[in-house]
């Protein structure tokens, strides 16, 4: 396995969650970091994505409001999720070897993390 989700869970609305995922250094050197999510019956979207030199990508839906950070010593890619709302309720996955948030560039992708919002 060589990205592994964790720290989803249920959630009110208004709280905060972070996710994480940790990575082999294999998959982590390769290109973007990102997080996509899919909540059902929905395409999967991108949500953030973060680049070798530690340039951020939001979607429109989640800036102000969601932050995406690495530790490069750890190899974690995490997701801090602020002001949650119903609308954030998905299954979160992390990827990694892309480009920003176009998802079909990405070539290693986790098992997901679920977030569910009440």
């Known amino acids: 396995v060589q990205l592994v989700e964790s720290g989803g869970g249920s959630v009110q609305a208004g709280g905060s969650l972070t996710l994480s995922c940790a990575a082999s250094?294999?998959?982590?050197?390769?290109?973007?970091l990102a997080w996509f999510r899919q909540a059902p019956g929905e395409e999967r979207e991108g949500v953030a994505a973060?680049?070798?030199?530690?340039?951020?990508t939001y979607a429109d839906s989640v800036k102000g409001r969601f932050t995406i950070s690495k530790d490069n010593a750890k190899n974690t890619l995490y997701l801090q999720m602020n002001n949650i709302v119903p609308d954030d309720t998905a299954m979160y996955y992390c990827?990694?070897?892309?480009?920003?948030?176009?998802?079909?560039?990405?070539?290693?992708w986790g098992q997901g993390t679920q977030v569910t919002v009440s």
């Open positions: 973060i680049d070798d030199d530690g340039q951020m």
């Open positions: 990827a990694s070897g892309g480009l920003l948030l176009v998802e079909m560039s990405y070539n290693y």
């Open positions: 250094s294999y998959t982590y050197t390769r290109g973007a």
